[in-house]
């Protein structure tokens, strides 16, 4: 099978833990695999070995077809805050991995459930904290960051209280102290 990131290398078995088949690029050193071997391997007992250095993650940013069928391959973001995305066939279930993204899954606690990064449902929990983040950067940026951290503690804190809703009142009340 060639490889289609590099268009220059090919494709050989390889197995990325023991246990579990893949595919590797004997140039740019990419993988391909099938979720579903995934799968398998985790439910056959499969482990995942230690991390022992995180590698150097590469990233292909242009659209990539599939080794197998040769159609476009899609996208999926890997976590909220990191511009990592992942390659996926949907007609054959087989994933592109660049250089390191492995590990990099690894890190991430998501190596041996890959399979759910190619959702919507995570896909929409990303967008739902990438929207969250930017939004906690306006406020930093508004209030200052130690104002932030102060307010974000009452906040916690207040949420916590039993008679919260009158805390509040009183907080927010021009003169608490007035009766009226
Ligand atoms: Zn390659």
Same mark, same amino acid.
């Given at each position: 099978?060639?490889?289609?990131?590099?268009s220059?290398?090919?494709l050989?078995p390889?197995?990325?833990?023991p246990?579990?088949r893949a595919?590797?690029?004997n140039?740019?050193?990419?993988h391909w695999?099938?979720?579903?071997?995934?799968v398998?391997?985790?439910?056959g007992?499969?482990?995942?070995?230690?991390l022992d250095?995180?590698?150097?993650?590469e990233e292909?940013?242009?659209?990539?077809t599939c080794?197998?069928?040769?159609?476009l391959m899609?996208k999926?973001?890997i976590?909220?805050?990191?511009?990592h995305?992942?390659?996926?066939?949907?007609h054959?279930?087989?994933?592109?991995?660049?250089?390191g993204?492995?590990?990099?899954?690894?890190?991430y606690?998501l190596?041996?459930s890959?399979g759910?990064i190619?959702t919507?449902?995570?896909?929409?929990?990303?967008?739902?904290?990438d929207a969250?983040a930017s939004?906690?950067a306006v406020y930093?940026?508004?209030f200052?960051?130690?104002?932030? =951290?102060?307010l974000?503690?009452? =906040?916690?804190?207040?949420?916590d209280?039993?008679?919260?809703?009158?805390?509040?009142a009183f907080?927010?009340? =021009?003169d608490?102290?007035?009766? =009226?």
């Amino acid at each position: 099978m060639n490889c289609t990131a590099c268009s220059t290398g090919q494709l050989a078995p390889c197995f990325l833990e023991p246990g579990l088949r893949a595919h590797e690029c004997n140039h740019c050193g990419g993988h391909w695999l099938y979720v579903e071997d995934v799968v398998q391997w985790k439910a056959g007992g499969g482990k995942l070995g230690e991390l022992d250095q995180m590698p150097e993650v590469e990233e292909t940013a242009s659209a990539l077809t599939c080794p197998v069928t040769g159609r476009l391959m899609q996208k999926y973001r890997i976590v909220s805050g990191s511009s990592h995305k992942l390659d996926y066939s949907p007609h054959t279930g087989g994933l592109w991995l660049d250089k390191g993204e492995w590990s990099l899954l690894k890190e991430y606690a998501l190596a041996g459930s890959v399979g759910n990064i190619v959702t919507e449902h995570w896909q929409r929990k990303i967008r739902t904290e990438d929207a969250k983040a930017s939004l906690e950067a306006v406020y930093r940026r508004k209030f200052g960051e130690a104002n932030y =951290r102060k307010l974000a503690e009452i =906040r916690n804190w207040l949420a916590d209280q039993e008679n919260c809703a009158e805390m509040r009142a009183f907080l927010l009340a =021009r003169d608490p102290y007035s009766g =009226r």
